[in-house]
């Protein structure tokens, strides 16, 4: 009965050994396999409960189609990336965090007893023994309230409740179908100018182009076109008659019909004076050139009487005025 007894005391240590044994176990066992490990009821259980010397990432989630969780289904490659990221980068697992996946279908249990509502729902649980192991044994939660979340954001947050140390960094795939689409983009666009240099760059030379273009801008900027982008100006209002009204009353008031009359009114006034300037000098028919400055003269005077009178809505106290406004 002595030696009985004392045979049980030696023991005693290494069966408090092989006790937390499967445990490291577990660890190696699971992290040879794919990431993120893909769960059931039975493999969660088994790689949440305690004692365990490493840390778990799981994400519960529901990807079947008739669920309609778009969020599940948009954050799943976002948490492959993650997962397969912090594993090949963790190469001497000094982390020891494994990461897994438990869809609806498959953890039902699961679910009902953590009474989820929604999904999806990322639960971190750390060690409770070893170096790292914590106090509060309950997992921490990770809601996707604010919306869908990157694997930048979400790796954010697990390194924030891990011990200090490396933490491995998210690397994305290289995305080939893009490099070769903007590859291929690049060059055909490079192709392109080759050959049609010789067509464009007269037309890119032309100054009478550049000079429609900066005159068309100008018109557009001078008219109060960028205060209607700021502001988000009405386009007509009611004159409090039943019609309408087209100008507003105020330097610090206008609508969207009023910005394109006045750059009307401004593009008639610039191609009458260009015209006078050097359109006209240039017609060799004395009767024809007389006719043409008549014509170009009135309409400037028109548009000038026009314009005054614009302006004296806009501002009431304005005292000049031409005829026929």
């Given at each position: 009965?002595?030696?009985?007894?004392?045979?049980?005391?030696?023991?005693?240590?290494?069966?408090?050994?092989?006790?937390?044994?499967?445990?490291?176990?577990?660890?190696?066992?699971?992290?040879?396999?794919?990431?993120?490990?893909?769960?059931?009821?039975?493999?969660?259980?088994?790689?949440?409960?305690?004692?365990?010397?490493?840390?778990?990432?799981?994400?519960?989630?529901?990807?079947?189609?008739?669920?309609?969780?778009?969020?599940?289904?948009?954050?799943?490659?976002?948490?492959?990336?993650?997962?397969?990221?912090?594993?090949?980068?963790?190469?001497?697992?000094?982390?020891?965090?494994?990461?897994?996946?438990?869809?609806?279908?498959?953890?039902?249990?699961?679910?009902?007893?953590?009474?989820?509502?929604?999904?999806?729902?990322?639960?971190?649980?750390?060690?409770?023994?070893?170096?790292?192991?914590?106090?509060?044994?309950?997992?921490?939660?990770?809601?996707?309230?604010?919306?869908?979340?990157?694997?930048?954001?979400?790796?954010?947050?697990?390194?924030?409740?891990?011990?200090?140390?490396?933490?491995?960094?998210?690397?994305?795939?290289?995305?080939?179908?893009?490099?070769?689409?903007?590859?291929?983009?690049?060059?055909?666009?490079?192709?392109?100018?080759?050959?049609?240099?010789?067509?464009?760059?007269?037309?890119?030379?032309?100054?009478?182009?550049?000079?429609?273009?900066?005159?068309?801008?100008?018109?557009?900027?001078?008219?109060?076109?960028?205060?209607?982008?700021?502001?988000?100006?009405?386009?007509?209002?009611?004159?409090?008659?039943?019609?309408?009204?087209?100008?507003?009353?105020?330097?610090?008031?206008?609508?969207?019909m009023e910005t394109q009359i006045v750059a009307a009114m401004y593009g008639i006034l610039s191609f009458a004076a260009i015209s006078l300037a050097l359109k006209v000098p240039r017609i060799a028919n004395p009767k024809a050139q007389q006719t043409?400055?008549?014509?170009?003269?009135?309409?400037?005077?028109?548009?000038?009487?026009?314009?005054?009178?614009?302006?004296?809505?806009?501002?009431?106290?304005?005292?000049?005025?031409?005829?026929?406004?």
């Amino acid at each position: 009965m002595k030696f009985l007894s004392l045979l049980t005391t030696l023991l005693l240590p290494l069966t408090a050994l092989a006790a937390k044994k499967p445990s490291v176990d577990r660890f190696q066992k699971y992290r040879a396999q794919s990431t993120p490990l893909k769960l059931d009821d039975a493999l969660y259980n088994e790689l949440t409960t305690a004692p365990r010397d490493y840390g778990f990432a799981v994400l519960l989630t529901a990807l079947e189609p008739r669920f309609g969780c778009k969020m599940c289904q948009e954050f799943q490659d976002e948490w492959s990336i993650l997962s397969k990221s912090w594993t090949k980068g963790d190469v001497n697992a000094e982390n020891k965090l494994l990461f897994g996946t438990l869809d609806f279908m498959d953890g039902k249990a699961t679910f009902a007893s953590l009474m989820l509502q929604t999904a999806p729902v990322l639960l971190l649980f750390n060690p409770t023994v070893g170096p790292n192991a914590q106090v509060d044994i309950k997992p921490k939660r990770f809601d996707f309230v604010t919306g869908p979340q990157s694997a930048e954001s979400v790796h954010a947050w697990i390194a924030r409740h891990m011990p200090e140390g490396p933490h491995p960094p998210v690397h994305r795939p290289i995305n080939w179908i893009r490099v070769i689409s903007l590859t291929t983009a690049v060059l055909g666009g490079v192709t392109f100018l080759a050959v049609a240099a010789p067509y464009l760059l007269p037309v890119i030379q032309n100054r009478n182009l550049w000079a429609a273009v900066s005159l068309i801008a100008v018109l557009l900027f001078t008219s109060g076109h960028m205060f209607n982008h700021i502001r988000k100006v009405p386009y007509v209002a009611g004159d409090g008659h039943g019609g309408l009204s087209y100008f507003a009353g105020g330097f610090q008031n206008q609508f969207g019909m009023e910005t394109q009359i006045v750059a009307a009114m401004y593009g008639i006034l610039s191609f009458a004076a260009i015209s006078l300037a050097l359109k006209v000098p240039r017609i060799a028919n004395p009767k024809a050139q007389q006719t043409a400055v008549v014509v170009w003269s009135g309409i400037l005077f028109l548009m000038y009487s026009f314009l005054l009178s614009v302006f004296r809505i806009k501002n009431g106290s304005y005292p000049f005025r031409l005829p026929p406004f």
